[in-house]
T-cell receptor, first 110, second 113 residues
Framework: DAKTTQPPSMDCAEGRAANLPCNHS???????VYWYRQIHSQGPQYIIH???NNETNEMASLIITEDRKSSTLILPHATLRDTAVYYC???????????FGSGTKLNVKP | EAQVTQNPRYLITVTGKKLTVTCSQN?????MSWYRQDPGLGLRQIYY???????DKGDVPEGYKVSRKEKRNFPLILESPSPNQTSLYFC????????????FGPGTRLTVT
């Protein structure tokens, strides 16, 4: 399975867009990119996922580069409640496993 | 309410004393999984189950056992806990492996002295 690389932490001003990058340079054609977040020590929460097209839902947008080696999660108007650790995960359904990595701690500041 | 429950939420125990952490989901999900979370290491998958009586190892299975006798339950068993198993444990479930969303339980904080 492809592994991911994320910056350990990022800051964002409240009300501004938060752009969280993720590198997955060894991703293969049948592997999906998922994003989860974890607030404090609660159980992680699903945000969004994609294969190669950009995706948007009520929580966020996911931009995947054309070569699929990296992606960006966009929170369009970050609030204090978006302060959390964000995990970028690459999933290969053939292997039935999930690799969460260390994630990015997003600090949204007033 | 659709949820994944874990018990206990907090547990302090001693080395070698067998323990079980229960996990139950009420969503009729086929796929269930256990993770441990340690500072700086993110979440690591311990075991997973594709369905009743079907379980397999994740990344860090050593020292753990699981069983899946019923669809809703997926207990995690530590036969002889050691201090390096002190961690925050999460159970998760999804409709099946190919469903995009895993639902996570609230976590169990285990301390082994």
């Amino acid at each position: 399975d492809a592994k991911t690389t994320q910056p350990p932490s990022m800051d964002c001003a409240e009300g501004r867009a938060a752009n969280l990058p993720c590198n997955h340079s060894t991703i293969s054609g049948n592997e999906y990119v998922y994003w989860y977040r974890q607030i404090h020590s609660q159980g992680p929460q699903y945000i969004i996922h994609g294969l190669k097209n950009n995706e948007t839902n009520e929580m966020a947008s996911l931009i995947i580069t054309e070569d699929r080696k990296s992606s960006t999660l966009i929170l369009p108007h970050a609030t204090l409640r978006d302060t959390a650790v964000y995990y970028c995960i690459v999933i290969n359904y053939n292997f039935n496993k999930f690799y969460f990595g260390s994630g990015t701690k997003l600090n949204v500041k007033p | 309410e659709a949820q994944v429950t874990q018990n206990p939420r907090y547990l302090i125990t001693v080395t070698g004393k067998k323990l079980t952490v229960t996990c139950s989901q009420n969503m009729n999900h086929e796929y269930m999984s256990w993770y441990r979370q340690d500072p700086g290491l993110g979440l690591r998958q311990i075991y997973y189950s594709m369905n009743v009586e079907v379980t397999d190892k994740g990344d860090v299975p050593e020292g753990y056992k699981v069983s899946r006798k019923e669809k809703r339950n997926f207990p995690l068993i530590l036969e002889s806990p050691s201090p390096n198993q002190t961690s925050l444990y999460f159970c998760a479930s999804s409709l099946d492996l190919y469903s995009y969303e895993q639902y996570f339980g609230p976590g169990t904080r285990l301390t082994v002295t």
